[in-house]
């Protein structure tokens, strides 16, 4: 009875705003229809209820809110607080029921309301063409924001191109990482949470940062931030401007959906959104744009809401690649069978697909390319430690200790800060330096094995025969120079690695990734081994011929 | 910007700490690993010797950089990420990687320890010693590419000081130095691991002279 007297009072409500506003009006209608339903005792006996009605028939809606997000959603002492939270607290008032908040993730939000452990997502979800596929976004949408990157003041980052060869720290699964991908050149690392993000900023192992510009200024830039770190930090580059949404199942597209879209309409129009967000020191232009859009004709009188009336979701949508039918249809074969669904999103999307492609010529390129170099500049070296001048002999044998000893990596680093002196770091500039540094430090084994085994045969050999007697080093620094290629993609060439770590940070999909990449790189490994054998064993043979 | 040289090279040697640390863990979790394999590899059981020629193709062929990523991806899960912080969890993947390099390593050197022993070259079988000093150096050197998963070791540190520097030459000028420090590093264990072995062969060549 109590719960009839809450629908009853609510339809009293809603006949009231009846009066004044045209959604209002529409939504009031949506909810008398529950009320009907409720009225007649049918929740308990029912089956195949809208999710509204379950909804109003339980009692209670579970909200997914963030608990880790400032101004939106934070969860402190075991109270949420936040736009969102407010807003979510708004709706269930104008339902009549309670609200069941649900702390969820980037990650996990989605599959939480596809498995119904949520009836709707009001987390920072931004309004994407791809996940408009799996899940039904309430129009219209209650915030906007762009991803910005940010830094140390004292990094100089004007545009996109002082980013070349930069590291940038960003959220797994988070839709503007597509940006990275796009662009190339710099290289990303994927933090699980946002919280994890800020605290790689604040100790250093980052040095920029990309995500919602709102994040980036509730804890680092804006006015609510730590004083200290408005002096220590500031935003570089804005870029991706999306409309954030409410999600709910598709299923509840045209009872719990339809009923939002009407209330959210009318809170714009009201202006109660634009209340909700400055009561948490939340931005509002885009919020004011909306209250101006939802007051006027046609927006305001519009139940079925026109184009011009509705901000377009973000365009992140891939259009399937040739093979993506093929991958369906293995994804029903696992769900017939029980087993989670795998995604292949570097197969499955053309743009994922066409960069995974590139990805792969360019290891490819490395890969061959550091045989050469490290052969051929080994081979150099070599001739060099054999030259007439005491003063070529003595420096090329200091550069030999140091290529044989110092790191890959910081050989890379020197390479690429080398490079960068002269030239504009360009993507082919930096496959070029990568191959002569690692044929370098490569090489410089190949040269100390050939000298090695020169000296043992009394200086008497031939190139070709000292070559032929330190086939085993050799072969050993030719497959050593194959393995330090995915090295490069630290000073940002755009290789297998980099690819797929580029569409792992907008898909969210590791798995799939990590096993392609570990069969590619065997595989490639083991023919670079094959490779090297046969050919050395050819050469052995030739040489015993002659 | 101001740079004072002894705060970096103070602050370089802390951080490079943290690359000793990781080789240590890297060649505790190799020896612990590797040399039961070998143990088990020395039975000569078809199957045991498949299964492990299995592991070892895997640890030897994959390359250390993608078996980190790997591995970093496959530790982000909230089951660890709540009960560690992320920085453990960047050096966990690391340590995992490359101890998967000293596994293999290990496991070979002790294999033609147990066939010196069998032949009774007992020197020859002492060489492990050195060459296992000889696999953490090359751990330790290698422990450097954990800068690209965002490890605060000596050369992420390095990249970040660099990075504050608005000239490039004095960017390149200062790496520079840090390679120069890693291979001088290098260089001396590597002179330590031929010394070592210089003193293992006299020891036993002093013994097997006394009456």
Redesign the interface.
Known sequence: MARLSTLSFLFWLLSVSLLTNVHAQVQGGLAHEQLELAEKGHCSKQKGLTPLKEILCTGEIKIGVKGDYRQFGELQDGVFTGYEVDLARKLAERLGVQVKFVQVSGADRIRRLLTGEIDMILATMGHTSDRDEIIHFVRPQYYAAPTTIVG?K???VRSWDDLAGSVI?VP?ANFSNIEFAKRKGQ?I?I???PT?LT??LL?????LIAHDQTFIRAYLTGLMAPPERLLRYDEKVSFFEIPWGIGVTKQAEASLGRWLDLTLADMHQSGLLIKLASAHGVSNEFLVKQQKLWTQEPCRSSTTFDKECLVPSGDTFDPPSAMSAGFEALDKLFLRHSIKPIKFPMFTGQNAFQWFLQGLQVTLLLVVGSLLATFALGVGLFKLQQAKWSLIRLTTNLLL??LQ???V???L??GY??V??FLAYTIPISIISAVIVIGLNNGANVAGAMREVWLTAGQQLSVGATMQQATVPIRAALINAA?????A??IGVSDL?ATL?DI?AFTGE??T??LV??VI??FL??MV?IGVTKTSNLFSAKSVKS | MTFNLLDFVSNFLTYFLTNIKIGVLSLAGGLVLGVPLALLLNRQNKWLTAAISVVLFFCRGFPVYILMFALLNGLSIDVILKEFSDETVRKGAIVLALAAYALAAICDLTLVMLTQLKKGQMAEAFLIVPNIFRVFTTVLISSSVGAAIGVSEAVSYTIRVYERFPDRVDRFLLVLGVTIFFAIFQTVCKRLVLALSEVIRRRFKEKHAQP
């Open positions: 140390a004292e990094k100089i720290c797994a290289r690392m933090y699980s949470d994890r605290q790689a100790l250093g192992a980052c040095s200790v140091f000893n110092s790191p990596i910081l050989l680093i020197l800060l080398g960068s002196l393995k330090a290629t995915p090295v993609g630290f690695l770590n792992t590791q798995l990734t990590f990449l570990t790189y065997l490994i083991e081994v």
